[in-house]
């Protein structure tokens, strides 16, 4: 049963550091790799989507890594800004079930 | 281009009573998903459709929970009787097809139990 992890949690950072959150997942065999943010009572937004054919996506200050094989993501964001504050997913397309499954999300706040 | 749209917002009602929740999927998506969202978790589907066909319910609560997309479009999500821990955000997504491609989501409608 594919099962995905998010660490930290939540993160705190000042504004301008560059950062990195992981995803983990336990079953290679996957389609894709979404990567979303969600705001206070809004719904998903897609930022960066990675075919497993892929290794990485770039959008703007945004860059995401897959490395199926460890069964692992990044979402690099550089010079982070108080407007990056959100919660971040990532889900993964699993072959076996064939549906998309979550992580709980790593909460991050960006101070001023 | 239209986003997914989702009716209501919000809605608040007492345990035993029902609700539904609308959903109208991106325009030319034939795969649209129901999620639940409980408050600090990922979503969890519920229900997942291709066209007006169900492709996956296997983690919806049959004994209370229905959803249906009669014309292969939009979509509606009911409870009844709902339960205290029905209380979540139900986002309705779609998706061009099948075939693993980009989820969109709606703003979704956040559900109170009382």
């Known amino acids: 049963k594919q099962e995905v992890t998010q660490i930290p949690a939540a993160l705190s950072v000042p504004e301008g550091e560059n950062l990195v959150l992981n995803c983990s997942f336990t079953?290679?065999?996957?389609?894709?790799l979404q990567w979303f943010r969600q705001d206070p009572g809004k719904g998903l937004t897609s930022l960066l989507l990675i075919q497993s054919s892929q290794r990485e996506q770039t959008s703007g200050r945004l860059n995401a890594s897959l490395d199926k094989s460890s069964g692992r993501s990044t979402l690099y964001i550089a010079a982070s800004q108080p407007g990056d504050s959100a919660t971040y997913l990532c889900?993964?397309?699993?072959?076996?079930?064939?549906?998309?499954?979550f992580g709980a999300g790593t909460r991050l706040f960006v101070k001023a | 281009e239209a986003g997914v749209a989702q009716s209501p917002r919000y809605k608040i009602i007492e345990k035993r009573q029902s609700v539904a929740f609308w959903c109208n999927p991106i325009s030319g998506h034939a795969t649209l998903y129901w999620y639940q969202q409980i408050l600090g978790q990922g979503p969890k589907l519920l229900i997942q459709?291709?066209?007006?066909?169900?492709?996956?319910d296997s983690q919806l609560p049959k004994d209370r929970f229905s959803a249906e997309r009669l014309k292969g479009v939009d979509s509606t999500l009911k409870i009844q009787p709902a339960k205290l821990e029905d209380s979540a955000v139900y986002l309705c997504?779609?998706?061009?097809?099948?075939?693993?491609?980009?989820?969109?989501f709606g703003e979704g409608s956040r559900l109170t139990v009382l």
């Open positions: 459709f291709q066209n007006n066909g169900v492709v996956d």
């Open positions: 889900a993964v397309w699993d072959t076996g079930g064939f549906k998309t499954i």
């Open positions: 079953d290679s065999a996957i389609y894709n």
């Open positions: 997504a779609s998706s061009l097809d099948l075939s693993a491609g980009e989820l969109f």
